[in-house]
C-alpha cells in the first residue's frame, strides 16, 4: 500500500507487522497471560528494539489501568515515557497525510458496553438434561455467558438468541441469530448439533464458533476439535416448526440431510451463502484465529480489513449506524477495539486520521475524508 501514514506518528523504521504483534500480545494480556505466553511475550520483547515501544503505544491508546499495571511489570515505562517526550511522540499527534492516503493504522477505541452473566444449572440436571428447554437472547451491544446442564458453555455474542433443548440422545441448539461460542463438554452418546439457517454442526467435545447472518449465510470457526457440518432440507425452529423463511411443516426431530458432510479441524473456518452455498473453507494462523475470537474478551481486533467492513462489525455492537463516505471506505485498518463507547471511536478518528464525523440525525454517522 502505498501513501500510508504510519501510526502514531511513528518513524517509517517501525514495520506495520510490528504493531499488528503488539496489538495480539494486548489483548492476550487482557485476557490474562499463561505462564507460556509471558515467556513467548519476555522474548517477543527483546528481539527488537522496536517492540516494546510498539507495545507501550498501543496500550497507551487503550487506556486500560489493569494492562498498565502488567505493562509495568514488563517495561520500563518511565524511561520509555521520557523518551517518547524528547522525541514529540506523545498522545496527541502530529499533522497527518490528506486523509484520501490514510491507512487508518491503528485504532484503539471504546465502543459500546458489555454485560458478563454467567448462568448455572441448579437441582434437577437429569430432569434437564432430559426434556429442558431454554431461551437465551442477548440484547446489541450485550454479552452473555451461559452454562449448560451437561457442562458445556455458551457465550452468546451482540444481538444473539438460540434456544436449547436436551434429550436423551442428543443437545440440541437453535441458533436463531447473532453469533455464539461453544465449548462443549465431551460425552460420544449425546452428540452435540447446532442447527443455524440450513447447516447442522455436531461435535463431540470441542471449542468453535457459529455466526448467523440472517441475509448472508453463516460462518464456523473451529478452536480446537473437530465439528462436522452437513446440510438440512429447512430451518426447523425447536417446536417442530420452519422459520418464516423456510418451507412450512418439517419436523425437527428427522432433518434431512441435503450434502455431503463437511468436517472442520482446528484452526479451520468455512462460510455459506444465504442460499446455503459453500463459499470457502480455510486454514487459519492462531493470530487469525486469536482475531476472530477477540469478541469474547470485550475487544474487536483488525488487521488490515478495509474501513467499511470495520464499521460493519462495529455497528454490530451499537444501536448508532456509523458509515464511510466512499473515498474513504477501503482504507486498511490494523487496530484493537474495545466494545464500550462510540464517542471514542469519533475522537480517535477526529484526533489521528483526519476524518471527520457528521451526525446526519440521532441515530446515524456519517465519516467522511478532511477538507
Not at 500480545?25 to 517492540?51: F, I, T, Y
Not at 524528547?86 to 499527534?93: D, I, L, Q
Not at 470485550?298 to 444501536?319: D, I, K, P
Not at 471514542?344 to 440525525?361: G, H, V, Y
Request: charge should be negative; proline fraction near 4%.
Amino acid at each position: 500500500m502505498s501513501g500510508k501514514v504510519l501510526p502514531f506518528g511513528r518513524s517509517r523504521q517501525v514495520p506495520e507487522e510490528t504493531y499488528r504483534q503488539a496489538c495480539a500480545w494486548l489483548m492476550e494480556l487482557q485476557a490474562g497471560l499463561s505462564p507460556g505466553a509471558r515467556e513467548r511475550l519476555d522474548k517477543w520483547l527483546v528481539e527488537d528494539a522496536r517492540h516494546p515501544e510498539a507495545l507501550l503505544d498501543v496500550a497507551t491508546l487503550w487506556d486500560d489501568l489493569n494492562v498498565l499495571s502488567d505493562l509495568s511489570k514488563l517495561l520500563p515505562l518511565e524511561e520509555l515515557a521520557l523518551r517518547r517526550k524528547s522525541t514529540g511522540h506523545g498522545r496527541r499527534f502530529p499533522g497527518w497525510a490528506p486523509a484520501a492516503s490514510i491507512a487508518l493504522a491503528l485504532l484503539i477505541v471504546v465502543l459500546g458496553g458489555v454485560m458478563w452473566v454467567t448462568l448455572r444449572p441448579g437441582a434437577g440436571v437429569e430432569t434437564l438434561l432430559a426434556s429442558a428447554e431454554q431461551r437465551y437472547q442477548t440484547e446489541v451491544g450485550k454479552q452473555l455467558s451461559v452454562t449448560l446442564p451437561d457442562g458445556s458453555q455458551a457465550l452468546l455474542n451482540t444481538n444473539t438468541a438460540l434456544v436449547v433443548r436436551y434429550s436423551a440422545e442428543e443437545r440440541s441448539i437453535w441458533l436463531e441469530r447473532g453469533e455464539a461460542y461453544f465449548s462443549v463438554a465431551k460425552n460420544a452418546s449425546r452428540p452435540f448439533r447446532v442447527r443455524a439457517g440450513n447447516r447442522l454442526i455436531e461435535a463431540v467435545g470441542t471449542a468453535f464458533t457459529v455466526r448467523r447472518k440472517l441475509s448472508e449465510g453463516i460462518e464456523v470457526t473451529v478452536g480446537e476439535g473437530e465439528v462436522k457440518l452437513r446440510g438440512i432440507e429447512t430451518d426447523v425452529s425447536p417446536d417442530g416448526k420452519a422459520d418464516s423463511a423456510d418451507v412450512p411443516g418439517a419436523q425437527a426431530s428427522a432433518p434431512h440431510t441435503r450434502d455431503a458432510t463437511l468436517s472442520l479441524g482446528a484452526l479451520q473456518y468455512a462460510s455459506f451463502n444465504a442460499q446455503d452455498s459453500l463459499i470457502e473453507t480455510k486454514k487459519l494462523s492462531p493470530e487469525q484465529l486469536d482475531a476472530r475470537l477477540a469478541w469474547r474478551h470485550g475487544m474487536l481486533l483488525f488487521q488490515g480489513e478495509t474501513l467499511e467492513h470495520v464499521l460493519q462489525e462495529v455497528n454490530r455492537y451499537s444501536s448508532i449506524r456509523i458509515e464511510a463516505d466512499p473515498a474513504i471506505s477501503q482504507t486498511p485498518v490494523i487496530g484493537v477495539f474495545r466494545v464500550d463507547n462510540i464517542d471514542r471511536l469519533l475522537a480517535a478518528m477526529r484526533e489521528n486520521f483526519q476524518i471527520d464525523a457528521r451526525r446526519i440525525d440521532d441515530d446515524h454517522i456519517l465519516l467522511t475524508a478532511r477538507r
